[in-house]
């Protein structure tokens, strides 16, 4: 079993900046991607940026440029900063790993979810 524990929400206002963070714990053989996803009520989750593990980075376009993706792999940690923050970034952010799990010798990836962080942009 595999948990993420997600931190770093909260209410900021447009223009305001904020950190979070997942950390992955469990058993595990390897980690091959970290990202965020977010979902605002009445819409569809969608990623906002994910980091894989060749160093590989994606972003929405809603995004390019005011946030960044980083990990540190030592810790299983994935952050996410966010600058420039708007009204329309106001969602509930998930953290998301999709990792190799063995059973026996069968070697399968799965996909794991925290448990959600609310971040809301408001004035």
């Known amino acids: 079993q595999v948990h993420l524990v997600e931190s770093g929400g909260g209410l900021v206002q447009p223009g305001g900046s904020l950190r979070l963070s997942c950390a992955a714990s469990g058993r595990f053989f390897s980690i091959n991607a970290m990202g965020w996803y977010r979902q605002a009520p009445g819409k569809q989750r969608e990623l906002v940026a994910d980091?894989?593990?060749?160093?590989?980075?994606n972003y929405a376009d809603s995004v390019k440029g005011r946030f960044t993706i980083s990990r540190d792999n030592a810790k299983n940690t994935v952050y996410l900063q966010m600058n420039s923050l708007k009204p329309e970034d106001t969602a509930v952010y998930y953290c998301?790993?999709?990792?190799?799990?063995?059973?026996?010798?069968?070697?399968?990836?799965?996909?794991?979810w925290g448990q959600g962080t609310q971040v809301t942009v408001s004035s």
């Open positions: 980091s894989l593990r060749d160093g590989s980075t």
């Open positions: 998301n790993a999709k990792v190799t799990v063995v059973v026996g010798a069968v070697f399968g990836e799965y996909d794991y």
